[in-house]
């Protein structure tokens, strides 16, 4: 029996990014299927009350250096020599996840997803500005001025809302989130936990 995964994505998260280069392999070791769900990270926030680590532990002696570190080691664990931070970071990602939704309702999802991780975290693109935003995805191989006005369609939207508070009513507080079956697990470092659960319910 196949395994399907729900991803709760956003372009926002680098750790998506991270995830998102390792998942194949996990899918290759278990036969699972992952299913992205574009959801707005900064939505999520609201509607719990968290906030990006960069704000929650501010201030915490010595806590934003070691996720620093904790990311290095997973760059270097899994050679994702192409990862960089972005320097326009943090950027807001509406755009980009209006986007996404647009190109799944063409059957493009992972193109697109494909496309907006290189362009956030390997390019470094400041894709919150509709000019750059056109441009990489046309660049791409998308309309990117059709996908531009899309973003502004109502269906579009609320697709990205519901999603958004679906992913809260089920118990997401930020951005990785997986679900198998019930069972939720947040962040990279959970990879593990994830992969024994997908065996498990295999």
């Not at 995830?19 to 990270?41: K, N």
């Not at 760059?75 to 209006?98: A, S």
């Not at 958004?164 to 936990?193: C, H, N, S, W």
């Amino acid at each position: 029996m196949t395994t399907t995964v729900d991803f709760i994505f956003d372009f926002a998260s680098p750790n998506a990014y991270l995830c998102h280069q390792v998942l194949p392999e996990i899918s290759e070791r278990t036969g699972a299927t992952f299913t992205y769900i574009p959801c707005l990270l900064g939505g999520i926030f609201k509607s719990t009350g968290n906030q990006a680590p960069m704000m929650a532990f501010n201030g915490i002696k010595g806590k934003l250096e070691y996720d620093g570190l904790e990311m290095r080691r997973f760059i270097e664990r899994h050679n994702l020599t192409k990862f960089k931070m972005n320097e326009n970071f943090p950027v807001i990602t509406l755009l980009l996840m209006r986007g996404a939704v647009a190109a799944e309702m063409d059957g493009r999802l992972m193109d697109y997803v494909e496309a907006g991780l290189s362009h956030m975290w390997e390019q470094g693109l400041k894709m919150d500005d509709p000019e750059v935003y056109a441009e990489a995805m046309t660049n791409a191989g998308f309309d990117g001025k059709d996908l531009l006005e899309r973003t502004q369609d109502p269906a579009v939207k609320q697709k990205l809302v519901d999603n958004t508070q679906a992913a809260v009513d089920r118990g997401a507080f930020g951005i990785p989130t997986f679900y198998v079956g019930d069972e939720m697990f947040f962040g990279k470092e959970r990879l593990g936990q994830l992969e024994e659960e997908i065996v498990k319910q295999s």
